[in-house]
């Protein structure tokens, strides 16, 4: 995935947690998006936004609350 052998294995070997692992280097520059989507994988923003389409709607053409 463009990145050396030598490099994988130390960041592979990190003890920082998972969140911090994600916005490491090395997979915001080998597991792209892009990468995903060739194998397969599906964006979970398009799945909400097709599973919630008023989400892109602007908020004056939905119907207002009233209290009663």
Known sequence: MGIDQDHAYAWSRTRKGGWATAHS??????????????????????VYLELNP?????????????VV
């Open 25 to 46: 280097p090395i997979l915001g520059t080998t597991i792209t998006l892009k990468r995903l989507k060739m194998r397969g994988y599906q964006s979970l923003t398009d």
């Open 54 to 66: 008023s989400f892109c709607e602007p908020p004056y053409t939905r119907p207002v609350r009233t």
